[in-house]
């Protein structure tokens, strides 16, 4: 016993761990009462037991273990510390009580893990408990199931996680305890009561007992989701709830039903993924190819027992399901389809979302598929598209389908309307827009109509479903010319629909209307007194800006928004409203004299011109009428110099003392730049230029002259242009200045050969460098070491020099630099940074090799070390680098840990090159490499702590300390607890924040690490923290970092307190701010004063902020104005009764402690309902009611809450009043406002509206002069809804709405904004999709392509979307948003944007063209001042590239695209949709700036088309040739100019380059450019100019005139013609055969010439152009002619005729031409139109003449031709190589029989006898082309050549059976055609076979059915010999003659090669035509005196001298 009395003076923990049981069994008993009776959960007593724990549970002695279990559970109940336990504690559980035999101690052990779970610790429970179900004992086994059995019934499916209980289930029932399969029956059961049958599909393996057993369980229970009756500690809300309910009965359905929403749970997401792709049979790819169809069964047998797993891994699936689709869609066996189909379908279903990228390949196999009858096959194939349908959309699919809704079998029409209404029941309104459902709902309304009923009775089913699922309202528009009767069957159709997931679709609509129909009684009630406040409105909105804290802000954002609207509506006036208003202001006289011939009247004319400018007002000045008068004739050719200086002297008055815009400038910029140089003149017109740059801004006017200046040759003018750019760049400063819109003309100039450029060019970068510093030399780093050193001896000159304070511009300047925010404060930094930006940047990634990768993580250090060199030796070569850099990041962040320290030393080193190169796009590695860099601080040696410090400070250089310090990495690696670490950091922040403006306010977050280190046991880190106090308060203030004390240990805060304020009298004063840091400090001490402010009014302000510190007085001066307006302009709350005036007095924001922090906790454990609706449900009103019940006070809450609106008005004014004074509280509620601010955004009443964005742009203001940040929590309740509003009907709303998205970007990051605009965009609303993209483009404009979430490919693709939006504002948007990004990143963005549409890349072609010809910073200016953003005077904005680059870019991405679209638009309809682009955007035509005015004015004389003499060259074209290749781009990108006369002077000036061999080589390179712009205009003639009634027709002739004429002269040079490519011929020739077919043409005089010039014009591009390229553009052009219904038909025949000319031509150009190719573009024709679909078309002509190019091209090449199929990928997928080797195989004798016909004579001799055999062969072939429609002249013909050379030959058996009529019209057909060789006929017609016209009745296509009947054809045939007799002999020349002879020449397909039509429009011409036929006619001779082609002249030269008689009676009927 004497032992007993040792241990009892023992205290309690140490009983606890006697080796005596009997003492451990009293340490647990006293432990027990112990635990019991503390109080308080954090009490240190608990920590003494942490360890001890573990101990009470797993003892030895049964007693005591009772005991400690007991004591366990109290601790784990009540101790504060006890989740830290959880793991050793329920291990011991699990093993040391779950196999007790008592089962008090088994019920303790499960009481033990609840509370456990209770405490919010179920993982780690849980974790254990399924642990323990691996053990070997069943007890311990059947313990743990039970346990977690409870935990799930109790705490229910959302604390406790199912999927790893229900993976382990299946091997449970395999037990062979009894026992524990009893247990895991029960835990399925309970399990299924919470998930139901999702269970299902994981336990479908158990055998069929269990399972039966299972089911019959699972059928007794009840049918509701069971409910949590046991909560956690966080849940307690939820448990008071519970408790009530219990109490009161649980009525409460609307709650069940949001809970059962969230617990339903997919079974797929409890199954684990199977990798299937290994298990497949190795010769599965052989054996799905084999020839037996078994072998192919097994293989796909195979696949679909893998494919029956429920769920998949991902992987590579694209040849699985190639072959399947293959089987599918070409597998004649139905077994093997079904079997691929259900392969597919299982694929679908086990891959879900990750099988969608296969979805394109499958659906339109699967839809063709259709046509199979068979029910077993087409249910396989409903499955396997429905399967494929889930894994994706049906906006990706939809095209797919209306593919084949106009099939022609009613099967296939059928399942696609059934497997849409199917689709459409898996859709909501959001997935199924108007743009989706319209062209589907065309599609069935044809189906409604069709004459199978199953087709019928699909649509309408599909419909139906539609109309349900977007509701009446949406379908109706589409359904309007629909009988009632269809209707009505619509409608029952719908009624019996069943949404996906069992919803009788419109319930949930129901449930939103309800909040609606609440609304309107809510706006109803006050009808009238809503006048009142809607009229005050305006008055209240004027009184807003005054109250922000700086005042001159908002006058001055308005003077500049006014400036820019002017420039934006200046239009370019025509000279009589010049002369108009120019006569209005100057005398008579002066106007008169102004072009006098005599200088001193035109000298007196100036003075009386300046005298009048000088008294003129500047409102009346007529700035641009004047300038253009001054312009006028002798304009800035004026001789006299008096003049000229007095002329350039009032230029500069206008501009100085006018409203002078850029229309204005661009009118005299020229003249001026021209005069700039002049000895007399120069100094005039600098000052002019300086005048002008004030007015419009000197970047802009810099830009201007310096290009203007490099476009000249004179050397003079380009120094001295130079010379005033460096003078006026130190009078107006750098900002705003764009440096790449020059840098090109700068190093131009420094090549310059004249010295005196060269030293301007230097001088000027001298300049620059004062502003620019050294990232300026990186532009010049390849120049010569000579001219290097130049410049960096000027620049030494330059070197601590301080570029001088602007004098110039001033106003402009100081009212940006005080309407700006934070973007100023890092303008320096920035600058730098956008001068980066223009260097020109290598893209690694390519370079850095998986090998690279694979060496840096290798384990061997020297191979690391190997890969690190590689690394850098790419970064050095590359210089500047791009910041994609493939897999470097995660490698190089390896090595920062490396073991070898000289690795990590090198590292860094690589790090520090990295930034170097990168420049400043490195802030997107900031998170991902830059915090890396920070650990290594951590280090022990010194020297890589210096280098990594280095790497550090070098990567901030270029990324600025705003990414270091968001978010919390920066203040984890601070709260590591390493010395080395905490140094080095503090140190580095101790350095850098003091040179900072402005924080992000995550820096609060380092406050509670920094405190920590003031404490730490190294004395460094101690002192390094102390040193840093005074930089974090100068950002943070006093008050908050005393205010965080609170949290710490009383002696620790005792300690740091003093601290603060030992700190607080050291405090560094913040970096000054220019013109605006005055006005932003006292938000800094609002916190310190808000103690003493809180109890009193607004007015008082002004004392409290004196009060809180003793140093600002400025701050006095700058908060007093601000407050007192704040009070004195808002005067309507102020006029309460006398009793409410008691009630409202003290504040009424109540500052509550960590209250937003606790609603956040609260809303993020969906302890309250997120912020997040349709339309506010009343839930959410009370909610929030709720919570601001303690925020606000409580009159201000009852108005804040009342029905009427006017109350809601009352309660904005009254906080509007206190906002300023009671900043922090508002602060501390801002996320409850905001949310309140939500809920009005709902309202319709415009007063409470407008009210709500007065107080929230006030509010932003204030937030933004505090530097607060939003959190995520803030923006994400109230940023959606903003958005909302910004497409409200109402322009104030949505102006406001716009200014307050641009306020946000200043208290919430850009990056994050992005996709909430991005959400904005898929608005059915077309304003709000419209606003949203405008503002995403201003987002890129100002913040970069970095801006674009998640990624700028994706961003940009979304937006490119809209840009084919029905609504013209959205097209416009997405349009302007494109070229925004294009601005910033140049040619990228077409890679960014993917595929576009042609017609939708053309209107962004225009787009970009014509914001390339605005300069970048006009278009940037005027969109801002439209849209209130606050300006930046230092950000530039990147130019795009060279202009020339533009049209290709656009044409390669067309021509991509061209091969895989073969349906192209009908051609009216895709012009005009380009013309409606550019018609409606009236002011951006209107600020087309005017070409470079070379001196080419005779070349605007009447140009008379085609017209033969050369010009002369003009002395000024030798500028525009020598100058670089962007000066022709630049004119060939006027051609396609919607001015005619633009237009005609580019034409003019390229016309003069064409017509010159030494000149023409300068347009090498740009023939396709030219082509594109040419066809552009032809366009833009067609759809707009010829439907202008008020433009003269005469303009438009001679525009045709200037295009033909120069189309004529390009295509008569082989070298230049051959440059042009497929694409551009085949859009070339669209645009001539349109022409030639537009009957307005008609109408104009000299219509016909016109036609005829055209006509010939065809011929000489079919001759001249690349034979390969024409020959695949007429295909694809006849393929796309055919293909589109709205086409005339006459244009086809046109495009055959072409292609019938070329195959005459075939046997001189074969060799020349890509035989591969065509067979390819025959291929896809075919492909397109199969022989069956050809046949089918109204005319035989197609086939025919595909047949013949087929025919020709064998004879031409023999069997040689199979070789030629190289480049078709399948030909299987056309007929082609079957029908060539058909033709091959026919006409193989037969083509050596034709090529003999023109050998000599004695080689026709020889092979008489071969001849002879195949004579009926060749015959028959012969008279199958004259019974042909299209070939009998062609038949005729060869029949003719044939007697001739065979005289004996036998007709009487081809023609015994034929008619009387076609005997005898073969008989007179070669009559005709003798008489015709005999030289007794026309050359250029036939008399056999007259032109196709009305009166004509022969063989011809269009006239077939008269002449079968064999009427009247005989008087046709004489009366047409008659006309060509009459024609021979000059007697009807009539223009109705010319018209047939050209509209219808060769309308039958062969082009003759003389039928090209004699020119009217020059005699020259004519002659040149002649030689040229005589030299035809010679060569022909000589080479073959005996074979006659059919249209070439044989007879010698009385046939020339008749012909030259001919065209000099034509010559004189001209004249």
């Known amino acids: 016993m004497g032992d007993d009395s040792e241990w009892m003076k023992l205290p309690i923990d140490q009983k606890c761990e006697h080796k005596v049981w009997k003492a451990r069994l009293n340490g647990y008993e006293e432990a027990l009462k112990l635990f019991q009776r503390i109080s308080d959960e954090k009490s240190p007593e608990w920590g003494k037991y942490l360890g001890l724990i573990k101990k009470f549970v797993t003892e030895s002695n049964a007693v005591a273990q009772l005991k400690g279990l007991e004591a366990a559970l109290v601790f784990v109940e009540n101790a504060h510390v006890a989740g830290k336990t959880t793991g050793e504690v329920v291990s011991g559980v699990v093993s040391k009580v779950f196999n007790q035999p008592k089962a008090r101690a088994k019920e303790l052990g499960t009481d033990i893990c609840l509370m456990y779970v209770e405490i919010e610790k179920a993982e780690i429970v849980q974790d ?294 199917r689709s459409f029941r898996h859709c909501t309104p959001s997935t199924l827009p108007k743009s989706v459902l319209k062209p589907l709902c065309a599609a069935f309304l044809k189906q409604v109509n069709d004459s199978a009923p199953e087709v019928r009775d699909a649509a309408f089913e599909a419909l139906g479903t539609a109309m349900k699922v977007v509701g009446e309202k949406a379908v109706n528009p589409f359904l309007a010319d629909l009988d009632k009767l269809k209707l009505d069957k619509i409608k029952e159709c719908a009624d019996k629909v069943e949404l996906a997931g069992g919803k009788k679709g419109g319930g949930g609509g129901e449930k939103k209307e309800k909040p609606a129909a609440k609304a309107p009684p809510v706006e109803e009630p006050p009808p009238k007194p809503a006048a009142g406040p809607s009229k005050k409105a305006p008055a209240a909105k004027a009184a807003g800006p005054p109250k922000k804290g700086k005042p001159a802000s908002a006058p001055s954002a308005k003077g500049k928004k006014a400036a820019d609207t002017k420039e934006v509506v200046e239009t370019e006036l025509s000279l009589e409203v010049c002369e108009e208003k120019s006569a209005a202001v100057l005398p008579a006289s002066c106007m008169q004299l102004l072009d006098s011939a005599n200088w001193k009247e035109r000298l007196a004319s100036m003075e009386e011109f300046q005298r009048a400018v000088e008294q003129m007002d500047k409102s009346e000045m007529p700035c641009q009428a004047l300038v253009r008068m001054l312009a006028k004739k002798p304009g800035w050719k004026e001789t006299n110099f008096q003049v000229m200086q007095m002329k350039l002297h009032i230029v500069g008055l206008i501009a100085g003392k006018g409203t002078f815009s850029k229309t204005s400038a661009l009118v005299v910029l020229d003249g001026l730049v021209d005069k700039i140089g002049d000895v007399k003149c120069g100094g005039n017109a600098k000052e002019a230029l300086t005048n002008i740059g004030e007015a419009c801004s000197l970047p802009w006017t810099a830009e201007q002259v310096v290009s203007l200046a490099f476009a000249q ?42 010295p005196a450029v060269r030293t301007s060019a230097i001088a000027l970068l001298g300049v620059m460098y004062l502003y620019m510093g050294a990232p300026l030399r990186m532009f010049f780093e390849d120049e010569k070491p000579a001219l290097l050193s130049q410049i960096d001896a000027e620049f030494e000159k330059m070197q601590g020099q301080s570029p001088p304070a602007p004098t110039r511009g001033q106003t402009k300047k100081g009212a940006e630099e005080d309407g700006e925010d934070a973007d100023e404060e890092d303008g320096v930094d920035r600058g730098a940074g956008d001068i980066m930006d223009l260097l020109p940047r290598t893209d690694i990634s390519d370079k850095i090799t998986s090998d690279m990768v694979a060496k840096i993580s290798d384990k061997n250090w020297k191979i690391r070390k190997e890969g690190l060199d590689e690394v850098s030796a790419v970064i050095s070569e590359a210089k500047f680098i791009q910041s994609n850099i493939g897999d470097l990041p995660m490698a190089l962040k390896g090595r920062l840990g490396d073991s070898n320290k000289l690795l990590v030393q090198q590292t860094l080193n690589i790090f520090q090159q990295i930034a170097t190169a990168m420049g400043p796009s490195l802030k997107q590695h900031v998170r991902n490499l830059g915090f890396p860099i920070i650990t290594v601080l951590g280090d022990s040696k010194p020297n890589i702590r210096a280098t990594a410090l280095a790497t550090l400070n070098s990567w901030v250089e270029q990324t600025g300390m705003k990414e270091w310090l968001e978010g919390e990495d920066l203040s984890e690696e601070l709260k590591r607890e390493n010395p080395f670490l905490r140094q080095e950091l503090l140190g580095w922040l101790s350095e850098r924040l003091p040179n900072m403006r402005t924080v992000p306010a995550d820096l609060m977050l380092f406050i509670p690490h920094l405190y920590a280190c003031l404490e730490d046991r190294n004395g460094d880190v101690r002192k390094k923290a102390q040193d840093a106090l005074p930089t974090f308060m100068m950002h943070l203030g006093y008050d908050k970092m005393n205010k965080a004390t609170s949290k710490l240990k009383t002696s620790s805060k005792d300690q740091v307190v003093a601290m603060l304020e030992k700190a607080r009298a050291v405090m560094p004063a913040k970096p000054a701010a220019p013109a605006k840091a005055a006005s932003s400090k006292p938000a800094q001490s609002a916190p310190a004063a808000k103690p003493a402010s809180a109890p009193a009014k607004s007015q008082p302000v002004v004392e409290d902020y004196s009060g809180g510190e003793s140093k600002p007085d400025k701050k006095v001066k700058s908060a007093g104005p601000a407050a007192k307006k704040g009070v004195v302009g808002k005067k309507a709350p102020a006029k309460p009764a006398a009793k409410d005036e008691e009630d409202k007095s003290g504040p009424i924001f109540i500052l509550v402690p960590n209250s937003k922090e606790q609603r956040m906790k609260e809303e993020k454990a969906l302890k309250i309902l997120k912020w997040n609706f349709i339309t506010p449900r009343d839930e959410y009103v009370e909610q929030l009611k709720t919570q601001m019940a303690s925020c606000l006070a409580k009159w201000l809450q009852d108005e804040l809450f009342h029905f009427d609106f006017q109350h809601h008005v009352k309660a904005v004014n009254a906080m509007i009043e206190h906002m300023e004074a009671e900043a922090e509280a508002v ?501 397109v139109f199969p022989k069956e679909k050809l046949k089918q078309l109204k005319s035989d002509v197609p086939h025919r003449t595909l047949k013949t190019l087929l025919h020709t091209l064998c004879k031409l090449t023999g069997a040689k031709i199979l070789d030629h199929l190289s480049m078709i990928e399948n030909r299987n997928e056309s007929e082609l190589e079957a029908h060539l080797r058909r033709v091959v195989k026919h006409s193989g004798n037969l083509s050596g029989l034709k090529s003999d016909l023109n050998t000599e004579k004695g080689a026709l001799r020889s092979d008489d006898k071969l001849i002879k055999a195949k004579v009926s062969d060749i015959l028959s072939e012969i008279f199958k082309k004259i019974g042909s429609k299209e070939n009998t002249k062609e038949g005729l013909t060869e029949l003719y050549e044939y007697k001739q050379k065979y005289s004996d030959a036998d007709l009487e058996p081809f023609l015994r059976n034929t008619s009387q009529f076609f005997q005898s019209y073969v008989e007179r057909g070669l009559r005709m055609i003798e008489s015709e060789r005999e030289g007794k006929s026309r050359i250029q017609t036939s008399a056999v076979i007259p032109q196709h016209s009305t009166e004509s009745y022969t063989p011809s296509h269009s006239s077939m059915q008269v002449n079968s009947n064999g009427e009247d054809l005989k008087p046709a045939v004489y009366y047409e010999r008659l006309k060509i007799l009459r024609q021979r002999h000059g007697l009807e020349n009539s223009k109705q003659q010319q018209q047939q002879q050209q509209l219808q020449e060769d309308e039958r397909p062969p082009f003759s090669s003389l039928s090209k039509p004699p020119l009217a429009s020059s005699t020259d011409m004519l002659h040149s035509k002649l030689s040229q036929l005589k030299e035809s006619r010679e060569s022909h001779f000589q080479q073959d005196p005996r074979s006659h082609s059919p249209g070439r002249a044989s007879s010698p030269a009385a046939n020339l001298d008749d012909l030259k008689k001919r065209l000099e009676r034509i010559k004189s009927n001209r004249q």
């Open 128 to 421: 254990e408990l399924i642990k323990g179900l691996d053990n070997k004992n069943p007890k311990i086994v059947v313990a743990c199931i039970e346990t977690l059995r409870k935990a799930l019934s109790e705490f229910g499916s959302k604390i406790i996680t199912l999927k790893p209980v229900v993976k382990v289930l299946p091997k449970l029932f395999e037990s062979r305890e009894k026992a524990v399969r009893d247990e895991a029956k029960l835990l399925a059961v309970e399990i299924y009561k919470w998930i139901r049958d999702a269970l299902r599909t994981p336990l479908q393996n158990l055998n069929s007992v269990q399972l039966k057993e299972l089911e019959e369980e699972w059928v007794k229970l009840p049918t509701g989701i069971p409910k949590q009756s046991r909560f956690l500690r966080s849940q307690q809300d939820l448990k008071a709830k519970f408790e009530q309910q219990q109490a009161a009965g649980s009525d409460e359905a609307d709650g069940d039903d949001d809970e059962q929403t969230d617990t339903r749970v997919d079974p797929y997401e409890l199954l684990e993924a199977v990798e299937i792709l290994s298990k497949l049979p190795k010769d599965f790819y052989d054996k799905i190819e084999a020839k037996k169809w078994q072998e192919r069964k097994e293989a796909l047998e195979a696949v679909e027992t893998l494919t029956k797993i429920p769920k998949l891994e991902s992987g590579d699936y694209g040849d699985l399901v190639r072959a399947l689709k293959k089987v599918v869609g070409k597998d004649a066996n139905v077994m093997l389809v079904t079997l691929a189909a259900k392969c597919l379908a299982g694929l679908a279903t086990g891959l879900r979302k990750k099988f969608g990228t296969y979805a394109g390949l499958v659906v339109p196999t699967v839809l063709e598929k259709f046509k199979e009858k068979k029910p077993q096959v087409v249910q396989a194939l409903q499955e396997a598209i429905d399967a494929v349908f889930l894994t994706t959309t049906l906006q990706n699919i939809s095209e797919d389908v209306l593919a084949v809704m106009d099939n022609k079998n009613p099967s296939i029409k059928q399942q696609a309307s059934l497997f849409l209404a």
């Open 713 to 754: 040759k004179n050397p003079k003018n380009q120094a001295e242009s130079l010379n005033w750019l460096a003078n006026a760049m130190k009078e107006f400063g750098f900002a705003g200045i764009n440096v790449k819109a020059f840098i090109n003309n700068v190093k131009t100039a420094l090549g310059a050969t004249n």
């Open 1227 to 1727: 602060l501390g509620c801002l996320d409850l406002i905001l949310k309140w601010f939500t809920l009005r955004f709902f309202d319709t009443n415009t007063s409470i509206l407008i009210k709500a964005m007065e107080f929230l742009k006030l509010l932003f203001t204030m937030l933004s002069r505090e530097n607060y940040h939003l959190s995520e929590y803030e923006a994400s309740s109230f940023i959606p809804y903003l958005i909302l509003k910004v497409g409200e009907s109402k322009d104030v709303v949505r102006k406001d709405v716009r200014a307050i998205l641009t306020m946000l970007c200043n208290v919430y990051s850009a990056n994050k904004m992005f996709p909430f605009l991005m959400e904005g965009t898929k608005s059915k609303n077309s304003k709000q999709r419209c606003e949203c993209l405008e503002e995403l483009g201003c987002l890129i404009e100002n913040y970069g392509m970095n801006v674009c979430q998640p990624t700028p490919a994706k961003a940009l693709k979304d937006i490119a979307v809209h840009i084919g939006d029905r609504d013209t504002t959205v097209r416009n948007a997405a349009l302007n948003t494109v070229v925004a990004a294009y601005n910033v990143c140049g040619d990228q963005v077409f890679k960014l944007i993917g595929n576009l549409s042609e017609k939708d890349m053309s209107m962004l072609e225009e787009r970009i063209k014509r914001s390339a010809k605005k300069t970048p910073a006009v278009s940037t200016k005027q969109e801002k001042a439209q849209r209130e953003h606050p300006t930046n005077p230092n950000a530039t904005f990147l130019r795009k590239p060279a202009q020339e680059d533009v049209p290709n870019k656009l044409n390669q991405a067309r021509s991509q695209n061209a091969h895989s679209e073969h349906t192209a638009p009908s051609i009216p309809r895709e012009f005009q949709l380009d013309l409606d682009m550019i018609e409606n955007d009236h002011t951006r035509v209107s600020e087309f700036p005017d070409l470079v005015q070379h001196k080419l004015d005779e070349l605007l004389e009447p140009v008379s088309i085609p017209e033969p003499k050369i010009r002369s060259v003009s002395p000024h074209f030798d500028d525009l040739h020598n100058s670089t290749a962007s000066t022709i781009n630049f004119v060939i990108s006027q051609v396609a100019s919607g001015d005619i006369n633009a237009s005609i002077q580019a034409l003019a000036q390229i016309d003069e380059v064409l017509r010159q061999e030494d000149k023409a080589e300068a347009m090498s390179g740009h023939i396709d450019q030219f082509l594109i712009a040419t066809f552009m205009q032809l366009r833009l003639i067609y759809n707009t100019h010829m439907a202008d009634d008020r433009l003269d027709k005469k303009d438009i002739f001679k525009l045709y005139s200037c295009i033909i004429g120069n189309m004529l002269s390009l295509f008569s040079m082989e070298s230049l013609a051959r440059e042009a490519s497929m694409g551009v011929l085949k859009d070339l020739m669209h645009g001539l055969i349109t022409l030639m077919l537009d009957s307005r043409v008609e109408d104009i005089e000299d219509g016909q010439q016109l036609i005829r010039s055209v006509n010939l014009l065809v011929v000489r591009v079919l001759e001249k152009s690349d034979q390969t390229n024409i020959l695949s553009a007429l295909l694809v052009l006849l393929q796309d002619s055919l293909i589109t219904t709205a086409g005339s038909p006459m244009f086809s025949e046109l495009v055959m005729k072409c292609l019938w000319r070329m195959i005459r031509f075939l046997p001189e150009t074969i060799n020349s031409i890509n035989l591969d190719r065509i067979l390819l573009d025959v291929h896809n024709f075919m492909k």
